[in-house]
């Protein structure tokens, strides 16, 4: 297993898994409208013998803390092929994302995830649930500090790229 940027290449591959993982078009059409829009700051996927089995993507987002900007990024889409689930390639991907993520000096990754997945990583509710947005009331929504005390459970704002609206 190799986890390695996305390159144009694997684009049609990444679109299939994400209508097979999420059972519709829903994630493949955000991510054709993130690429339109210029929105994709990241995108890795998982390999097996050059197939695609996972894929993660991250896109910028605009956030503040207490009235002031902090760098954070989105996470979303994330899937692994259905029949490769439960074996531990969701779990390097996103760790992958977060060192990735980290050596470009990001303050922060928000995501609106599964709460039994995400918090292994270190995302928690309680950081997030003060920046007002449409998602913050729930428990799904969860931030990750890249930087100590960025997020701090502070009140704040948060908007996702176009591309979700
Ligand atoms: C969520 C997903 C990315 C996890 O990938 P994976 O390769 O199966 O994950 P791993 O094998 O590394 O880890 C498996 C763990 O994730 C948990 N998990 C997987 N799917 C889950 C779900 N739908 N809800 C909650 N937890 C889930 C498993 O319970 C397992 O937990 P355990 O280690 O305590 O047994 C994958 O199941 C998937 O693609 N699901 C469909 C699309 C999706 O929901 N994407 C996430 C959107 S936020």
Request: hydrophobic share 45%.
């Amino acid at each position: 297993m190799n986890i390695s940027p996305e390159l144009p290449v694997h684009r049609p591959a990444v679109l299939e898994l994400n209508r097979l993982a999420f059972k519709g078009d829903e994630e493949s059409r955000l991510i054709k409208n993130l690429a339109r829009d210029n929105s994709i700051l990241a995108s890795f996927v998982a390999l097996d013998g050059g197939e695609v089995v996972g894929h993660i993507l991250f896109s910028p987002l605009h956030l503040t803390v207490n009235g002031k900007r902090i760098d954070a990024v989105a996470l979303a889409p994330m899937c692994v092929v259905p029949s490769r689930q439960k074996q531990g390639i969701g779990t390097l991907l996103v760790e992958h994302g977060i060192e990735a993520m980290k050596s470009a000096a990001h303050d922060a990754i928000i995501v609106l995830g599964h709460v039994d997945f995400y918090p292994r990583f270190g995302f928690r509710h309680d950081l997030a649930r003060n920046l007002a947005c449409a998602f913050n009331q729930y428990e799904a929504f969860m931030g990750l500090e890249l930087r100590a005390g960025s997020l701090g459970g502070k009140p704040g704002t948060c908007t996702y790229a176009r591309a979700f609206a």
